[in-house]
């Protein structure tokens, strides 16, 4: 938590939005969950699949130049140049694999997308374990044309084992979930497999 940010979980803002995705801007340099984490925006609640993130400068038509010639490490870079937190952003991308609606969640595309200056969640968890008990997210990532989807795939599951009470138990649910929805395509069923163990 920081000394702006009143929520510990509350990562990033919204700043573009799809009906199958969103980027959002985070609010710390460096601040972005892990390639497959499970994030939340708005009310009702859209769940999200990070599958990319950049770092870069905020004005797209500036390079970022080199300054650490004369420094002995990254660290003295930044505290030499600490106007650098104020000209570089870090972005997430996300998949939208699910939404809240009253009680229950829907593994599907929301009606609308999520708005822009939406905050951005890092899910608890509780939160993990409940949206991923139900493994229908699974067919909306493996459907995804998105570049290294298989990567976020494997990461999703490995971080989302990581939350249930008997992580090897969850592993083998989500490959059968993924044998299921991949029958016709063993090469890519077995790199993702390979990815979660």
Known sequence: MTANNPEPN????????????FTAQCYELYG??????LVRVGDPAVFAIVHNVTTAALDLGRRVMARGAAELTEEAVYHNNPQIARLLATHIEALVVGHGVGDATKYRLPSSPPRIHAFVYCCDASEIASFTDGLDYLHLLTSSSTPAIDEVIAASIRLASECHPDPDAFNVRAGKALATELAGDIVRLNAILRGIS
């Open 10 to 21: 509350r990562i990033a803002e919204v700043v573009e939005t799809t009906s199958t995705g």
């Open 32 to 37: 972005a969950p892990a390639l497959g984490s």
